[in-house]
């Protein structure tokens, strides 16, 4: 019964995750670009406030595109197909991470449900990070190649590079050690996974409870429940993307290709220095209005899966 569940997990992670990272590539493109280093930023004059007498001071400032700018620019220059660029690497890869990623949650909460308070706030922490630390270490070559194939520009009709070529160009320009660039941004962002789910769960335990409550059983399932999820994954996603977002940034900026970003902290401090703390929340938008939807998306479907197939049983 435990190989059963364990596949189930495996297959409805692996669905919800290619579902969702169809439906929002286009806007995962747009935010690559917005936190690269070379997205084109517009200069734009900014008026300081004296101190004594509150003259106005005109200072020459920067400003990053708009993601309808992005999106337009990238159509206009390189043609709709760019809009889904790195979508073979994240179908390959979005399955089995999201398979891998719900069964190691699945798991790593029936073992710290033996070790701490039952279901409680900890206990979605810690298989939250357990089941990010594993799916990390474990895709991040291919998310690598989905980056950079990203922040590849060619004009329309250039010929452009498939993940095979990226992944050669990689493993013969830097080698194995190229595969993990950007995996230190990764696991600072496992912060982030901690505290969508530790939200999702409490919303979710509230709104079963509500369910059970008014039908008088637990085990039974509305449509109006699987709203009530999405909507709890959503507020869980914005939540936890607003707080964690800065590592997405560094993350980046790690994979781009010869850049002068080696480490996390040395690529956090460079971009605090050159570009401003602003800098750090370039991007979003577009991941919010992306990974919003795409949650809700992911979680829902994931449950419902679950729900279907562990009814047939």
Same mark, same amino acid.
């Given at each position: 019964?435990?190989?059963?569940?364990?596949?189930?997990?495996?297959?409805?992670?692996?669905?919800?995750?290619?579902?969702?990272?169809?439906?929002?590539?286009?806007?995962?493109?747009?935010?690559?670009?917005?936190?690269?280093?070379?997205?084109?930023?517009?200069?734009?004059?900014?008026?300081?406030?004296?101190?004594?007498?509150?003259?106005?001071?005109?200072?020459?400032?920067?400003?990053?595109?708009?993601?309808?700018?992005?999106?337009?620019?990238?159509?206009?220059?390189?043609?709709?197909?760019?809009?889904?660029?790195? *979508?073979? !690497? #994240?179908?390959?890869? $979005?399955?089995?991470?999201? =398979?891998?990623?719900? +069964?190691?949650?699945?798991? @790593?909460?029936?073992?710290?449900?033996?070790? *701490?308070? !039952? #279901?409680?706030?900890? $206990?979605?922490?810690?298989? =939250?990070?357990?089941? +990010?630390?594993?799916?990390? @270490?474990?895709?991040?070559?291919?998310?690598?190649?989905?980056?950079?194939?990203?922040?590849?520009?060619?004009?329309?009709?250039?010929?452009?590079?498939?993940?095979?070529?990226?992944?050669?160009?990689?493993?013969?320009?830097?080698?194995?050690?190229?595969?993990?660039?950007?995996?230190?941004?990764s696991y600072?962002?496992?912060?982030?996974?901690m505290i969508?789910?530790?939200?999702?769960?409490?919303?979710?335990?509230?709104?079963?409870?509500k369910n059970?409550?008014?039908?008088?059983?637990?085990?039974?399932?509305?449509?109006?429940?699987?709203?009530?999820?999405?909507?709890?994954?959503?507020?869980?996603?914005?939540?936890?993307?607003?707080?964690?977002?800065?590592?997405?940034?560094?993350?980046?900026?790690?994979?781009?290709?010869?850049?002068?970003?080696?480490?996390?902290?040395?690529?956090?401090?460079?971009?605090?220095?050159?570009?401003?703390?602003?800098?750090?929340?370039?991007?979003?938008?577009?991941?919010?209005?992306?990974?919003?939807?795409?949650?809700?998306?992911?979680?829902?479907?994931?449950?419902?899966?679950?729900?279907?197939?562990?009814?047939?049983?």
């Open positions: 019964m435990a190989q059963k569940d364990t596949l189930l997990y495996l297959f409805a992670g692996g669905c919800s995750g290619t579902i969702g990272a169809i439906l929002t590539c286009p806007l995962e493109v747009a935010k690559t670009r917005l936190q690269s280093s070379n997205i084109m930023l517009r200069p734009v004059f900014q008026v300081q406030m004296g101190a004594l007498n509150a003259a106005g001071v005109i200072r020459p400032g920067t400003m990053a595109p708009g993601l309808f700018q992005v999106l337009r620019s990238i159509l206009e220059k390189e043609g709709p197909r760019s809009l889904f660029r790195g *979508l073979g !690497p #994240n179908l390959v890869g $979005v399955a089995p991470s999201r =398979a891998i990623y719900f +069964a190691t949650y699945s798991k @790593s909460k029936e073992l710290f449900n033996g070790l *701490l308070v !039952p #279901n409680s706030g900890l $206990v979605h922490m810690f298989s =939250a990070g357990t089941a +990010a630390f594993f799916t990390n @270490s474990l895709m991040n070559p291919v998310w690598m190649v989905k980056t950079r194939m990203q922040l590849e520009k060619k004009a329309r009709g250039e010929k452009k590079m498939n993940a095979l070529q990226c992944a050669r160009y990689v493993y013969r320009s830097e080698g194995i050690r190229g595969f993990y660039r950007g995996l230190t941004a600072a962002g496992i912060s982030e996974t969508c789910f530790l939200i999702y769960e409490t919303l979710k335990k509230k709104i079963l409870a059970e409550f008014d039908s008088g059983k637990s085990d039974n399932k509305a449509p109006s429940d699987f709203l009530s999820l999405m909507l709890a994954a959503a507020v869980s996603k914005g939540c936890a993307s607003c707080i964690a977002y800065p590592h997405e940034v560094i993350r980046t900026r790690l994979r781009e290709e010869g850049s002068k970003y080696k480490y996390f902290f040395q690529t956090g401090r460079l971009i605090a220095i050159e570009e401003g703390y602003t800098a750090f929340y370039r991007g979003l938008v577009p991941q919010l209005i992306r990974q919003i939807p795409n949650t809700a998306i992911v979680l829902a479907s994931y449950e419902l899966i679950i729900y279907l197939l562990a009814d047939s049983k």
